[in-house]
């Protein structure tokens, strides 16, 4: 199952999901962020505590394994890729998905890769 963050996901619903479903789960893969995201596009966030800057979090797309019943359930959560779609594509055949779904509607945007 996929759940990308942002427009897609309409009052954060599917990422919402997703988090429940993964509440207990262990991830067993992280992508690199500087191959899937334009960072023109989406900026990391920086955290201010108490004045001085904290912390910079970069966007993250993990993958996630969960049992469901007698079911193993991959959970793939985070931003929505800015590009790569066919690369991440088959990252996922080769963690053995035999269906991907998504919580949303939409397809990837036109001209994305």
Excluded: C, K, N, Q
């Excluded at 910079?56 to 993958?63: F, G, K, N, Q, Y």
């Excluded at 590009?83 to 088959?90: G, H, K, P, S």
Aim: net charge negative.
């Amino acid at each position: 199952m996929a759940s990308f963050d942002g427009w897609v996901d309409a009052g954060a619903a599917a990422t919402t999901a997703a988090a429940r479903l993964a509440e207990d789960a262990e991830t067993i893969a992280t992508f690199d962020g500087d191959r899937l995201y334009d960072d023109r596009a989406r900026r990391p966030t920086l955290e201010i505590l108490d004045g001085p800057p904290d912390r910079l979090t970069w966007p993250e797309l993990t993958l996630r394994r969960a049992r469901l019943g007698e079911r193993d359930l991959l959970v793939l959560s985070g931003p929505e890729p800015d590009d790569r779609w066919r690369e991440l594509a088959r990252a996922a055949t080769r963690a053995h998905v035999e269906r991907f779904e998504t919580l949303a509607d939409e397809a990837p945007a036109a001209g994305r890769r």
